[in-house]
């Protein structure tokens, strides 16, 4: 028994933002974020957060699926900007869907968060517990952005992508899960408060930091690393592969990635030009708009991995 995905559904807000309109605000230029990222425009929040981003994606992922929300057992947010402390994002999916039976919370890990809600469902469902998931990956970066830090603000955008997830016999293949906690400091956002009556700290908000640098050579070593382990686990020779579906962080890293895999860049779908980093977003969303071109085809063997703060990374081999 495995779990294969039977539908899937993205959201981004309304709100697109050009690499010209953030040159009004920071020293920037459109040919340097393209040339360097791959990233044309992203789309931004204005007044609506994680949770609703992942209500919609969540939605049009039950809707293509075809299941009555109250199928549901588990709904799994992966998300490092929600919009509250508590109650988790996922609760209010749960919610706004009406899937009563389900159990619902958020997960943490970034870039890798969906990959890392997958796996995790995909266990409870192996070992029987549960048999339907809605595993969601939505971010609203715009929140956590410094604005006038060019190193980043250009990079993100904000969205969510989600999957149904269903016990099958065939789907999810193998998959591979990794932290390094000590190079955790490279890419973070600091808590957005660290104050109380004992420590006479103020409350603060908190800003995204990240070492690009270390960030992009981590991605380059790592993704070719744990795509050719979820292979090796499952047997399977590369050239069966359709598409790498990796997380949309650089057009370069992921070249490097294809280069290093000796594949040809067609199977790496990209779509950060349109929607930049979306972070857990990024893997369903690419994933949710291949599926609706009607490029996915049954049978086909997909490979996704992401990267992300922690640091994290994972990646699945599914037939789709
Ligand atoms: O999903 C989370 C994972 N995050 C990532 O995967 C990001 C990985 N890292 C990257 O994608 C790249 O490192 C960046 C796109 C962030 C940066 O690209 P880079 O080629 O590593 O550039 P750099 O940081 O070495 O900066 C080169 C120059 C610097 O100027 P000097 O020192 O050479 O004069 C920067 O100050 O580019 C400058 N720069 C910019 N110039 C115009 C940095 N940001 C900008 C900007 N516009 N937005």
Redesign the pocket.
């Known amino acids: 028994m495995t779990s294969r995905i039977i539908g899937t559904g993205s959201y981004a807000p309304a709100q697109v933002v050009t690499n010209d309109d953030?040159a009004k605000i920071?020293?920037?230029?459109d040919e340097?974020?393209r040339s360097?990222?791959g990233i044309g425009e992203r789309h931004i929040a204005v007044d609506e957060g994680t949770s609703h981003m992942a209500v919609e994606a969540a939605k049009r992922a039950v809707e293509n699926a075809g299941i009555d929300p109250k199928e549901l057992d588990i709904i799994l947010l992966a998300t490092s900007s929600p919009d509250n402390c508590f109650p988790a994002g996922a609760c209010e999916v749960q919610a706004a869907l009406g899937a009563e039976r389900a159990v619902a919370y958020d997960l943490s890990a970034?870039?890798s968060g969906f990959l890392f809600a997958l796996n995790t469902v995909n266990a409870f469902i192996q070992a029987g517990i549960y048999r339907t998931a809605l595993v969601i990956g939505a971010d609203c970066l715009s929140k956590l952005t410094d604005w006038s830090d060019?190193?980043?603000?250009?990079?993100?955008g904000d969205a969510a992508g989600a999957a149904v997830v269903q016990a099958a016999d065939s789907g999810l293949k193998t998959m591979v899960m990794g932290s390094d906690g000590v190079k955790g400091p490279v890419?973070s956002c600091v808590a957005r408060s660290e104050g109380n009556f004992l420590n006479g700290k103020t409350p603060q908000l908190g800003y995204m930091y990240?070492n690009?640098?270390e960030?992009?050579k981590f991605?380059v070593k790592k993704v070719p690393e744990c795509v050719n382990q979820v292979l090796e686990a499952a047997d399977m020779d590369i050239e069966d592969v359709k598409y790498f579906v990796l997380?949309q962080?650089?057009y370069?890293?992921v070249e490097a990635a294809a280069r290093r895999l000796k594949q040809p860049i067609e199977k790496f779908p990209m779509n950060m030009d349109r929607y930049g980093?979306t972070?857990g977003a990024?893997v369903p969303l690419l994933l949710d708009e291949l599926n609706r071109e009607g490029r996915l085809e049954r049978g086909d063997q997909i490979v996704l991995a992401g990267?992300?703060?922690g640091l994290t990374w994972g990646a699945a081999l599914i037939e789709w």
């Not at 060019?150 to 993100?156: A, K, N, S, Y």
């Open positions: 953030l920071v020293e920037t230029n340097w974020i360097r990222t970034a870039c060019r190193g980043t603000c250009v990079l993100f890419l990240m690009g640098q960030v992009f991605a997380h962080a650089n370069r890293i980093n972070s990024s990267f992300g703060a």
